[in-house]
């Protein structure tokens, strides 16, 4: 399983939590990143964790004051990038041009929809992985794999129906251990977290804590 | 064949446009429609021409001041609308938003885009036909079908990949008759049109010519 | 005082609104007007109602879908427009251009901002009036003027500094004949009204006691 | 006078032109500093330029994904941000947020904004600072205190009128010493310059030259 923390624009420390992603991924069999803010990538990255970015525009070298382009955020470290984020929802146009951008610059890419009608439409953009995130979900504790399993369900057929190479993930309200377990059980091969990392007292203990039953 | 006269916001008369919409489709066996600006769409309907909207966005009755709803275009007389044209680009998100709020109305679907990629991800959207439209094209006179036919026949396979219910139409730079017949050989069921005809002097000929090979 | 009432896209009747508008306009010195959605713009201006729009796009005549022209609001029907309500926010440049659009046609102009200092930035803008609702009491039925009087007197010192010449008007909660003098009290010289008499079941009655005391 | 140079998405080395940007700094008595990617800011600090974003959004810590925090890049060691750059517009609402969220992180501020009646409305939001930047004239090499002189006249009186403690820069097209020169003729405390310097062989040749005749 993936396990993807983002960080969002949370108030931890985002080396601390780099350390925790990197020393428990060093330690279990589950793949481990994280995805800090574009002006904390560098640090991120300095700590050996695999770090992703939040987002890329659809643009190139050029004039673009004030957009991230995939090139400089993996200069910085970064080495996959989360696409249409449900808090940074982009045009379907700008979709295809992130993940175009990402590919441009080696990046991994995830594009985050909300339901399975548009993860279909995301996997048909040809990016590496999906995610499934019911917005109302998110943030909330109750995780999509318990909450809505036919979301997560439907979402891995969506995907493969359009394109079965591409990965598909899930995320929203999960936290333990038990609910990426039930995640990978419906189909999804990796997860995204958020809070229930970034806001932990101890990010090392909770993510051990979620990856202990793989 | 559709074909579908998009009047943007085009210094034309609705009205006259409108009649010779009604009137060649009384003639032919082509189905034609007229897409004017949403203040126009009363008067537009009540010519008989059959009238579709150029935009719905992806909300339900409430406080939504300055939106289109779907409802009130369908109130007003349109039967269809476009949806993520390239001139009016959406979200992924509000795209599937916007074809839900068309069906809650009864309003066929038209979902633009731009490439086959894009066309795959909107077909993912189970809207009624989507419509691939090169913006590098949109406006030359250069016509879709012969200036790049393989982004017709490439959207036509990748909408069949994904739906094989859903029609693809395409457009941009289609003036003739003879670029009507050479999309549909390459796959299309329809077309979109703009200034070939909003802006002819004559557009009740223009239209003529446009069918006549059909 | 001037009471402009937003439909926004409530499921109301929009032409018996509008003769309501119309009746109570012609039965007292307060000027009345009623912004329908565009697609029912020209329904609603037959009525006699003075009628404006919602919203209208920094556009000129020409290649631009989905948008809402100012000529062609006003050819529907419209003598003004509100600019950036708070359900419809632009950019500045674009309220800028919307300003100027409207301007154009012909059309009265309204920009609505969030606060007073924004209020002073819209006023630079050089519209007929601004308009301050602050978004947290809109569609509450606590009145900005009794909820937050300072939010009002503060616009109307903004806009002062700025443009004298430009009108204020307030708005959010508002839906008593007590609110709007308030209203006037305050320094403001007309409202925003919506659900108060869109949302009543009988719209006629509910305008006739909002302007009984003035 | 104030030179902020800005590297856009430019494939400059940052750490290049930074060094440069300090060098001359402290050769001489103009102020200059240097606005990277957010990805670059925190090795761009590093060098000891002087450091701005070229962007921060109108958020708070919290679930913002793929957003830019004031705090964040201001911890990365940016002093100051650009705010509504032409190529980074922003809606009013976000305008007047992104200077309150630079206030609570210690940036100091400068809106962008196209001619003189935006820039009385940005200069009404409180910023430290305004640029004016004709859009047409934006990587020209026709300099606009040469091309448009009466812009830059006008947008310091239109700033004057609203706030006259906001500084009021200018940019587009500068990039000599007698541009820069006769930009403070003008009433300018300031430029912003890109690709003048940006793209130069050599960056700190080119900023002698542009400092030289102040």
């Known amino acids: 399983m993936f396990v993807l923390v983002n960080l969002k624009t949370y108030p931890c420390d985002p080396v601390e939590v780099a350390e925790a992603v990197r020393d428990v991924n060093d330690a279990t069999d589950a793949r481990l990143a994280v995805a800090p803010q574009a002006a904390h990538i560098e640090r991120v990255a300095e700590t050996g964790a695999e770090t992703w970015a939040q987002h890329v525009d659809a643009i190139e070298h050029g004039s673009n004051t004030g957009h991230a382009l995939a090139e400089s955020v993996a200069d910085a470290g970064a080495v996959g990038t989360l696409i249409n984020h449900s808090e940074r ?17 080696d990046l991994e ?106």
């Open 109 to 214: 890419t995830v594009v985050c929809a909300n339901n399975p009608a548009q993860i279909g439409a995301a996997a048909a953009l040809g990016p590496d992985a999906v995610a499934v995130e019911p917005p109302a979900l998110i943030g909330t504790g109750t995780p999509v794999s318990q909450a809505d399993p036919d979301v997560v369900e439907n979402a891995v057929e969506a995907a493969a129906n359009v394109d079965p190479t591409v990965s598909v993930l899930c995320g929203a309200g999960i936290s333990t251990g038990d609910d990426v377990v039930a995640a990978g059980d419906l189909g999804a091969e990796g997860v995204l977290l958020a809070s229930g990392v970034a806001k932990a007292d101890d990010p090392q203990s909770a993510l051990e804590d979620l990856v202990e039953p793989l």
């Open 89 to 105: 929802r982009l045009k379907l146009a700008d979709i295809d041009g992130a993940v175009r951008a990402a590919e441009r610059a």
